[in-house]
Nanobody, 122 residues
Framework: QVQLVESGGGSVQAGTSLTLSCTSSGGSFNRNDVAWFRQSPGKERDVIAAISRDTNGKFYTRYVDSVKGRFTISRDNGKNTVYLQMNNLVPEDTAVYYC????????????WGQGTQVTVSS
């Protein structure tokens, strides 16, 4: 089974940047549309960014309003990796970040990884 692995989190100051990576073991997820999710204590795990392909094979992205303009999702299928570039971090971005198949996209949900913790202090 394909197992997702997230990395790149850390403890940073507000206003700084981090880049998260998502890859897999046990197989590739290149054919899946992929999303980054985050979960704060006491809250549900929600999609914050997603990357999908249209019928012409062109990638397009979408973001929730709270990260739009600050976060960028991208993928490198040659490396079987999806990235989340996070700029101008704010304390409200503190959460555990996960990747998985976009619930609104192509592919089935894969085994969840452990996630990567991002902590932003003011």
């Amino acid at each position: 089974q394909v197992q997702l692995v997230e990395s790149g989190g850390g403890s940073v100051q507000a206003g700084t940047s981090l880049t998260l990576s998502c890859t897999s073991s046990g197989g590739s997820f290149n054919r899946n549309d992929v999303a980054w999710f985050r979960q704060s204590p006491g809250k549900e795990r929600d999609v914050i960014a997603a990357i999908s392909r249209d019928t012409n094979g062109k990638f397009y992205t979408r973001y929730v309003d709270s990260v739009k303009g600050r976060f960028t999702i991208s993928r490198d299928n040659g490396k079987n990796t999806v990235y989340l570039q996070m700029n101008n971090l704010v304390p409200e971005d503190t959460a555990v970040y996960y990747c998985n198949t976009d619930p609104r996209g192509v592919g089935r949900t894969l085994l969840w990884g452990q996630g990567t913790q991002v902590t932003v202090s003011s």
